[in-house]
Protein backbone atom coordinates (compact mmCIF):
# COMPACT_ATOMS: atom_id res chain seq x y z
CA UNK A 1 0.00 0.00 0.00
CA UNK A 2 1.10 3.68 -1.15
CA UNK A 3 1.42 4.94 2.70
CA UNK A 4 4.97 6.70 2.43
CA UNK A 5 3.28 10.33 2.63
CA UNK A 6 1.00 9.22 5.75
CA UNK A 7 1.63 11.20 8.94
CA UNK A 8 0.35 9.84 11.96
CA UNK A 9 -2.11 12.60 12.93
CA UNK A 10 -3.62 12.67 9.35
CA UNK A 11 -4.77 8.64 10.07
CA UNK A 12 -6.40 9.87 12.79
CA UNK A 13 -9.23 11.84 10.16
CA UNK A 14 -10.61 8.38 9.46
CA UNK A 15 -11.10 8.23 13.64
CA UNK A 16 -13.33 10.97 14.08
CA UNK A 17 -17.07 10.48 15.50
CA UNK A 18 -19.63 11.33 12.95
CA UNK A 19 -23.49 12.01 13.49
CA UNK A 20 -26.07 11.18 11.46
CA UNK A 21 -29.59 11.64 12.89
CA UNK A 22 -29.25 11.20 16.67
CA UNK A 23 -27.22 8.55 16.04
CA UNK A 24 -22.77 9.03 16.89
CA UNK A 25 -20.75 6.45 14.42
CA UNK A 26 -17.55 6.62 16.83
CA UNK A 27 -15.23 6.14 13.11
CA UNK A 28 -15.26 6.57 9.69
CA UNK A 29 -14.77 3.49 9.12
CA UNK A 30 -17.73 1.05 8.13
CA UNK A 31 -17.92 -2.48 7.76
CA UNK A 32 -19.19 -3.18 3.83
CA UNK A 33 -21.90 -5.61 3.94
CA UNK A 34 -20.68 -9.27 2.48
CA UNK A 35 -22.80 -12.13 2.41
CA UNK A 36 -21.41 -14.82 4.66
CA UNK A 37 -23.93 -18.02 4.66
CA UNK A 38 -22.84 -18.88 8.32
CA UNK A 39 -26.57 -18.66 9.70
CA UNK A 40 -27.36 -22.50 9.70
CA UNK A 41 -31.52 -22.34 9.07
CA UNK A 42 -30.83 -18.49 8.87
CA UNK A 43 -30.21 -18.21 12.40
CA UNK A 44 -27.30 -16.17 13.26
CA UNK A 45 -25.27 -18.22 16.35
CA UNK A 46 -22.39 -17.12 18.25
CA UNK A 47 -19.61 -17.12 15.68
CA UNK A 48 -21.31 -14.46 13.88
CA UNK A 49 -21.44 -12.30 16.78
CA UNK A 50 -17.92 -12.86 17.59
CA UNK A 51 -17.32 -12.24 14.51
CA UNK A 52 -18.84 -8.74 13.93
CA UNK A 53 -17.99 -7.68 17.12
CA UNK A 54 -14.39 -8.20 16.71
CA UNK A 55 -14.24 -5.78 14.21
CA UNK A 56 -15.99 -3.20 16.48
CA UNK A 57 -13.93 -3.55 18.94
CA UNK A 58 -10.67 -2.93 16.59
CA UNK A 59 -12.21 0.91 14.95
CA UNK A 60 -14.72 0.02 12.73
CA UNK A 61 -17.15 2.47 14.17
CA UNK A 62 -20.75 1.12 11.82
CA UNK A 63 -21.17 -2.30 10.89
CA UNK A 64 -23.27 -2.72 7.87
CA UNK A 65 -24.04 -6.45 8.35
CA UNK A 66 -23.97 -9.36 5.27
CA UNK A 67 -27.07 -9.05 3.32
CA UNK A 68 -30.13 -10.33 5.56
CA UNK A 69 -33.31 -11.97 4.06
CA UNK A 70 -36.39 -10.43 4.55
CA UNK A 71 -39.60 -12.15 4.98
CA UNK A 72 -40.79 -12.88 1.49
CA UNK A 73 -40.20 -16.46 0.42
CA UNK A 74 -38.25 -15.63 -3.10
CA UNK A 75 -36.46 -13.23 -0.89
CA UNK A 76 -33.10 -15.61 -1.12
CA UNK A 77 -31.79 -18.42 -3.09
CA UNK A 78 -29.21 -19.80 0.27
CA UNK A 79 -31.07 -20.89 3.83
CA UNK A 80 -27.56 -20.21 5.69
CA UNK A 81 -28.19 -16.41 4.81
CA UNK A 82 -29.20 -14.89 7.95
CA UNK A 83 -33.09 -14.02 8.19
CA UNK A 84 -34.37 -10.56 10.40
CA UNK A 85 -37.72 -12.24 11.01
CA UNK A 86 -38.80 -15.51 13.26
CA UNK A 87 -37.97 -15.63 16.55
CA UNK A 88 -35.19 -17.76 16.43
CA UNK A 89 -32.91 -15.32 13.94
CA UNK A 90 -34.50 -12.29 16.16
CA UNK A 91 -32.73 -13.75 19.20
CA UNK A 92 -29.79 -14.63 17.12
CA UNK A 93 -29.25 -10.60 15.95
CA UNK A 94 -30.13 -9.32 18.86
CA UNK A 95 -27.30 -11.01 20.56
CA UNK A 96 -25.44 -9.82 17.79
CA UNK A 97 -25.93 -6.42 17.95
CA UNK A 98 -25.51 -6.59 21.61
CA UNK A 99 -22.01 -7.53 21.12
CA UNK A 100 -21.25 -5.08 18.96
CA UNK A 101 -22.10 -2.50 21.07
CA UNK A 102 -20.82 -3.85 24.11
CA UNK A 103 -17.42 -3.25 21.41
CA UNK A 104 -18.09 0.37 20.76
CA UNK A 105 -19.77 0.42 17.39
CA UNK A 106 -22.97 0.71 15.86
CA UNK A 107 -24.34 -1.73 13.71
CA UNK A 108 -26.59 -1.74 10.81
CA UNK A 109 -28.64 -4.91 8.66
CA UNK A 110 -28.23 -4.84 5.24
CA UNK A 111 -32.00 -5.60 4.23
CA UNK A 112 -32.07 -7.59 0.93
CA UNK A 113 -34.56 -9.24 -1.82
CA UNK A 114 -32.53 -10.98 -4.50
CA UNK A 115 -35.44 -10.44 -6.93
CA UNK A 116 -34.39 -12.37 -10.32
CA UNK A 117 -31.04 -13.04 -9.09
CA UNK A 118 -32.39 -16.46 -7.15
CA UNK A 119 -32.79 -18.84 -9.74
CA UNK A 120 -35.95 -20.93 -9.81
CA UNK A 121 -36.47 -23.99 -7.55
CA UNK A 122 -34.06 -22.40 -5.41
CA UNK A 123 -33.83 -23.44 -1.23
CA UNK A 124 -35.53 -22.87 1.30
CA UNK A 125 -38.45 -22.74 -1.10
CA UNK A 126 -38.29 -24.29 -4.33
CA UNK A 127 -42.13 -24.52 -4.99
CA UNK A 128 -41.75 -20.48 -5.31
CA UNK A 129 -41.07 -18.76 -8.09
CA UNK A 130 -38.82 -15.99 -8.55
CA UNK A 131 -39.81 -12.37 -9.14
CA UNK A 132 -38.85 -9.53 -10.39
CA UNK A 133 -40.76 -6.36 -12.26
CA UNK A 134 -40.57 -7.89 -15.48
CA UNK A 135 -39.51 -11.65 -15.00
CA UNK A 136 -36.18 -11.11 -16.46
CA UNK A 137 -32.84 -12.12 -15.17
CA UNK A 138 -30.02 -10.35 -15.27
CA UNK A 139 -29.11 -11.37 -18.74
CA UNK A 140 -32.33 -10.45 -19.86
CA UNK A 141 -33.82 -13.46 -20.21
CA UNK A 142 -37.63 -13.72 -19.63
CA UNK A 143 -37.84 -16.59 -16.78
CA UNK A 144 -41.02 -15.33 -14.85
CA UNK A 145 -44.04 -13.32 -14.89
CA UNK A 146 -43.85 -9.40 -13.89
CA UNK A 147 -44.68 -8.61 -10.85
CA UNK A 148 -48.14 -8.02 -9.76
CA UNK A 149 -49.15 -5.49 -7.78
CA UNK A 150 -50.58 -7.03 -5.11
CA UNK A 151 -46.83 -8.67 -5.30
CA UNK A 152 -44.97 -5.44 -5.09
CA UNK A 153 -47.30 -4.17 -2.27
CA UNK A 154 -46.34 -7.83 -0.31
CA UNK A 155 -42.41 -6.93 -1.03
CA UNK A 156 -42.76 -3.56 -0.08
CA UNK A 157 -44.46 -4.84 3.39
CA UNK A 158 -42.03 -7.86 4.07
CA UNK A 159 -39.38 -4.55 3.50
CA UNK A 160 -41.14 -2.75 6.83
CA UNK A 161 -41.86 -5.43 8.62
CA UNK A 162 -37.96 -6.10 8.69
CA UNK A 163 -37.23 -3.07 9.48
CA UNK A 164 -39.33 -2.82 12.33
CA UNK A 165 -37.82 -5.98 13.60
CA UNK A 166 -34.09 -4.43 13.18
CA UNK A 167 -35.45 -1.88 15.38
CA UNK A 168 -36.88 -3.77 17.94
CA UNK A 169 -33.89 -6.23 18.38
CA UNK A 170 -31.45 -2.35 18.92
CA UNK A 171 -30.36 -2.25 15.51
CA UNK A 172 -28.76 1.24 14.92
CA UNK A 173 -29.96 2.01 12.02
CA UNK A 174 -31.26 -0.39 8.98
CA UNK A 175 -29.39 -0.36 5.36
CA UNK A 176 -31.95 -1.38 1.89
CA UNK A 177 -29.65 -3.28 -0.91
CA UNK A 178 -30.95 -0.73 -3.82
CA UNK A 179 -27.23 -2.01 -5.71
CA UNK A 180 -25.80 -4.75 -7.83
CA UNK A 181 -28.29 -5.53 -9.21
CA UNK A 182 -30.75 -7.23 -6.25
CA UNK A 183 -34.87 -6.68 -6.28
CA UNK A 184 -35.01 -2.90 -6.18
CA UNK A 185 -32.21 -2.43 -8.33
CA UNK A 186 -33.85 -4.62 -11.12
CA UNK A 187 -36.32 -1.92 -10.58
CA UNK A 188 -34.36 1.13 -11.05
CA UNK A 189 -32.33 -0.94 -14.18
CA UNK A 190 -33.76 -0.53 -17.93
CA UNK A 191 -32.62 -3.65 -18.81
CA UNK A 192 -34.61 -5.54 -16.25
CA UNK A 193 -37.38 -3.16 -15.53
CA UNK A 194 -39.86 -3.28 -19.21
CA UNK A 195 -42.64 -2.24 -17.20
CA UNK A 196 -45.43 -0.11 -18.85
CA UNK A 197 -47.37 0.84 -15.67
CA UNK A 198 -46.39 3.58 -13.10
CA UNK A 199 -43.43 1.63 -11.95
CA UNK A 200 -41.73 1.18 -15.30
CA UNK A 201 -41.15 3.57 -18.09
CA UNK A 202 -38.61 6.04 -17.11
CA UNK A 203 -35.79 6.95 -14.55
CA UNK A 204 -38.11 8.57 -12.26
CA UNK A 205 -41.57 5.66 -12.52
CA UNK A 206 -38.43 2.94 -11.92
CA UNK A 207 -37.33 4.41 -8.86
CA UNK A 208 -41.22 4.74 -7.81
CA UNK A 209 -40.91 1.03 -6.07
CA UNK A 210 -37.83 2.44 -4.16
CA UNK A 211 -39.47 5.08 -2.80
CA UNK A 212 -42.20 3.24 -1.96
CA UNK A 213 -40.06 0.88 -0.04
CA UNK A 214 -38.20 3.89 1.71
CA UNK A 215 -41.06 5.35 2.79
CA UNK A 216 -42.99 2.09 4.24
CA UNK A 217 -39.94 1.64 6.07
CA UNK A 218 -40.09 5.59 7.26
CA UNK A 219 -43.22 5.58 8.26
CA UNK A 220 -43.23 2.42 10.47
CA UNK A 221 -39.58 3.40 11.86
CA UNK A 222 -40.27 7.12 12.77
CA UNK A 223 -38.82 10.27 12.03
CA UNK A 224 -35.66 9.73 13.59
CA UNK A 225 -34.49 6.08 12.98
CA UNK A 226 -31.73 6.49 10.10
CA UNK A 227 -32.38 4.81 6.93
CA UNK A 228 -29.11 3.91 4.59
CA UNK A 229 -29.43 2.65 1.16
CA UNK A 230 -26.99 1.23 -1.09
CA UNK A 231 -26.72 2.46 -4.89
CA UNK A 232 -24.76 1.02 -7.76
CA UNK A 233 -24.28 1.75 -11.41
CA UNK A 234 -22.98 -1.49 -11.67
CA UNK A 235 -24.55 -4.95 -11.97
CA UNK A 236 -23.79 -8.57 -10.84
CA UNK A 237 -22.24 -9.85 -13.96
CA UNK A 238 -22.17 -6.31 -15.86
CA UNK A 239 -19.62 -3.80 -14.50
CA UNK A 240 -20.35 -1.76 -17.65
CA UNK A 241 -23.75 -1.45 -16.96
CA UNK A 242 -25.54 2.07 -16.08
CA UNK A 243 -28.90 3.64 -14.20
CA UNK A 244 -27.72 7.57 -15.15
CA UNK A 245 -25.15 9.17 -17.46
CA UNK A 246 -25.32 12.89 -16.09
CA UNK A 247 -24.97 14.81 -12.96
CA UNK A 248 -28.75 15.95 -14.18
CA UNK A 249 -30.41 12.34 -14.49
CA UNK A 250 -28.39 11.71 -10.99
CA UNK A 251 -29.87 14.87 -9.28
CA UNK A 252 -33.48 13.31 -10.48
CA UNK A 253 -32.91 9.92 -9.47
CA UNK A 254 -31.62 10.91 -5.68
CA UNK A 255 -33.99 13.66 -5.32
CA UNK A 256 -36.67 11.46 -4.82
CA UNK A 257 -34.97 9.32 -2.56
CA UNK A 258 -34.53 11.90 -0.28
CA UNK A 259 -37.79 13.25 -0.38
CA UNK A 260 -39.05 9.80 0.59
CA UNK A 261 -36.89 9.63 3.25
CA UNK A 262 -33.65 8.49 2.81
CA UNK A 263 -30.52 9.24 5.29
CA UNK A 264 -27.66 8.05 3.98
CA UNK A 265 -26.24 7.06 0.63
CA UNK A 266 -23.82 4.04 0.58
CA UNK A 267 -22.35 4.11 -3.26
CA UNK A 268 -21.20 0.99 -4.11
CA UNK A 269 -18.15 1.43 -6.46
CA UNK A 270 -15.41 -1.08 -6.95
CA UNK A 271 -12.15 1.43 -7.07
CA UNK A 272 -13.21 4.60 -4.53
CA UNK A 273 -10.83 6.77 -6.32
CA UNK A 274 -12.66 6.64 -9.99
CA UNK A 275 -14.07 9.54 -11.17
CA UNK A 276 -17.71 9.38 -12.50
CA UNK A 277 -18.22 11.90 -15.04
CA UNK A 278 -16.35 13.52 -17.86
CA UNK A 279 -14.19 16.81 -16.62
CA UNK A 280 -14.42 15.72 -13.18
CA UNK A 281 -12.13 14.32 -10.77
CA UNK A 282 -15.37 13.38 -8.18
CA UNK A 283 -16.17 10.18 -7.85
CA UNK A 284 -19.80 8.46 -7.87
CA UNK A 285 -19.76 9.26 -3.80
CA UNK A 286 -18.33 12.69 -4.30
CA UNK A 287 -21.60 13.59 -6.74
CA UNK A 288 -24.02 12.33 -4.88
CA UNK A 289 -23.06 13.82 -1.49
CA UNK A 290 -22.72 17.43 -3.58
CA UNK A 291 -26.21 16.68 -5.04
CA UNK A 292 -28.35 15.25 -2.81
CA UNK A 293 -26.13 16.87 0.66
CA UNK A 294 -27.20 13.65 2.52
CA UNK A 295 -24.60 11.53 4.46
CA UNK A 296 -22.58 9.22 1.61
CA UNK A 297 -20.37 6.43 1.80
CA UNK A 298 -18.26 5.49 -0.28
CA UNK A 299 -16.35 1.94 -1.06
CA UNK A 300 -14.13 -0.04 -3.52
CA UNK A 301 -10.51 -1.21 -3.00
CA UNK A 302 -9.29 0.35 0.49
CA UNK A 303 -6.73 -1.45 2.07
CA UNK A 304 -6.19 -3.51 -1.01
CA UNK A 305 -2.59 -3.39 -2.35
CA UNK A 306 -3.44 -5.66 -5.79
CA UNK A 307 -6.97 -6.60 -6.85
CA UNK A 308 -7.04 -9.94 -8.54
CA UNK A 309 -9.61 -9.25 -10.59
CA UNK A 310 -7.65 -6.45 -11.95
CA UNK A 311 -5.22 -9.09 -13.21
CA UNK A 312 -2.86 -8.23 -9.98
CA UNK A 313 -2.33 -4.85 -10.92
CA UNK A 314 -1.79 -2.54 -8.30
CA UNK A 315 -4.99 -1.23 -6.60
CA UNK A 316 -1.65 1.22 -5.56
CA UNK A 317 -3.72 4.59 -4.38
CA UNK A 318 -3.54 3.95 -1.25
CA UNK A 319 -4.94 5.97 2.15
CA UNK A 320 -2.83 8.98 1.07
CA UNK A 321 -5.66 9.13 -1.68
CA UNK A 322 -8.29 8.47 0.53
CA UNK A 323 -7.31 11.04 2.93
CA UNK A 324 -7.81 13.53 0.60
CA UNK A 325 -10.79 12.91 -0.62
CA UNK A 326 -12.33 12.79 2.64
CA UNK A 327 -10.83 16.32 3.50
CA UNK A 328 -12.02 17.48 0.42
CA UNK A 329 -15.47 16.35 2.00
CA UNK A 330 -16.15 14.14 -1.18
CA UNK A 331 -18.06 11.51 1.45
CA UNK A 332 -18.25 11.11 5.26
CA UNK A 333 -18.15 7.25 5.79
CA UNK A 334 -15.25 4.69 4.11
CA UNK A 335 -16.32 1.14 3.99
CA UNK A 336 -14.41 -1.57 3.98
CA UNK A 337 -14.76 -4.65 2.78
CA UNK A 338 -12.30 -7.52 1.56
CA UNK A 339 -9.39 -6.21 3.32
CA UNK A 340 -11.91 -6.56 6.68
CA UNK A 341 -12.21 -10.05 5.85
CA UNK A 342 -8.02 -10.82 5.45
CA UNK A 343 -7.68 -9.05 9.00
CA UNK A 344 -10.57 -7.70 11.82
CA UNK A 345 -7.47 -5.54 13.03
CA UNK A 346 -6.89 -4.16 9.79
CA UNK A 347 -8.47 -0.06 11.40
CA UNK A 348 -6.57 -0.26 14.62
CA UNK A 349 -3.48 -1.26 12.53
CA UNK A 350 -4.28 2.00 10.43
CA UNK A 351 -4.72 4.15 13.13
CA UNK A 352 -1.49 2.69 14.90
CA UNK A 353 0.52 3.02 11.80
CA UNK A 354 1.23 -0.44 11.64
CA UNK A 355 0.76 -1.58 8.14
CA UNK A 356 3.48 -4.24 8.34
CA UNK A 357 1.28 -6.70 10.91
CA UNK A 358 -1.80 -6.05 8.47
CA UNK A 359 -3.00 -9.80 7.22
CA UNK A 360 -3.68 -8.84 3.36
CA UNK A 361 -6.79 -10.17 1.75
CA UNK A 362 -7.07 -13.91 0.56
CA UNK A 363 -9.84 -16.24 -1.43
CA UNK A 364 -9.42 -18.31 1.86
CA UNK A 365 -10.39 -15.90 3.89
CA UNK A 366 -13.61 -15.24 2.77
CA UNK A 367 -14.22 -19.46 3.06
CA UNK A 368 -14.38 -19.05 6.55
CA UNK A 369 -15.27 -16.90 9.62
CA UNK A 370 -13.00 -15.34 11.60
C1 LIG B 1 -17.58 -12.24 0.12
C2 LIG B 1 -18.30 -10.98 -0.31
C3 LIG B 1 -19.67 -10.89 -0.12
C4 LIG B 1 -20.37 -9.71 -0.47
N1 LIG B 1 -21.71 -9.61 -0.20
C5 LIG B 1 -22.35 -8.43 -0.37
C6 LIG B 1 -23.68 -8.23 0.12
O1 LIG B 1 -24.32 -9.11 0.73
N2 LIG B 1 -24.25 -7.02 -0.09
C7 LIG B 1 -23.59 -6.00 -0.72
O2 LIG B 1 -24.15 -4.91 -0.89
N3 LIG B 1 -22.32 -6.17 -1.17
C8 LIG B 1 -21.68 -7.32 -0.99
N4 LIG B 1 -20.35 -7.44 -1.36
C9 LIG B 1 -19.63 -6.28 -1.89
C10 LIG B 1 -18.87 -5.56 -0.76
O3 LIG B 1 -19.76 -5.00 0.20
C11 LIG B 1 -17.95 -4.43 -1.28
O4 LIG B 1 -18.75 -3.44 -1.87
C12 LIG B 1 -16.92 -4.94 -2.27
O5 LIG B 1 -16.23 -6.07 -1.77
C13 LIG B 1 -15.90 -3.83 -2.59
O6 LIG B 1 -15.28 -3.39 -1.42
P1 LIG B 1 -13.74 -3.85 -1.07
O7 LIG B 1 -12.92 -3.48 -2.26
O8 LIG B 1 -13.39 -3.04 0.17
O9 LIG B 1 -13.77 -5.32 -0.84
C14 LIG B 1 -19.66 -8.62 -1.06
C15 LIG B 1 -18.29 -8.74 -1.28
C16 LIG B 1 -17.59 -9.88 -0.90
C17 LIG B 1 -16.10 -9.94 -1.11
Known amino acids: ?85 GEAALNGWSRVVSQVHKAGGVIFPQLVHMGMIRPMGSQPYPEVKSVGPSGIDLEGNPVSEPMTEQEIAEVIQ ?38 TDRYGGNLLQRTRFAVEVVQAVRAAVGPDYPISMRLSQWKMGDYAARLVDTPEQLEQFLKVLVEAGVDIFHISTRR ?61 LIAVGRALLGDPAWAKKVRENRFDEIQPFTPEAAAVLF
Open 272 to 332: FWDPEFEGSELSLAGWVKKLSGKTTITVGSVGMDSDEAEGGEPAGQGLAELLKRLGNQEFD
Open 1 to 85: MSNENLQPQSLEALFEPYTVQQLTIPTRIAMSPMARAFSPSGVPGEDVAAYYSRRAVNEVGLILTEGVVIDHPAATSEPRLPNIY
Open 158 to 195: AFADAAVNAQRVGFDGIELHGAHGFLIDQFFWEKTNRR
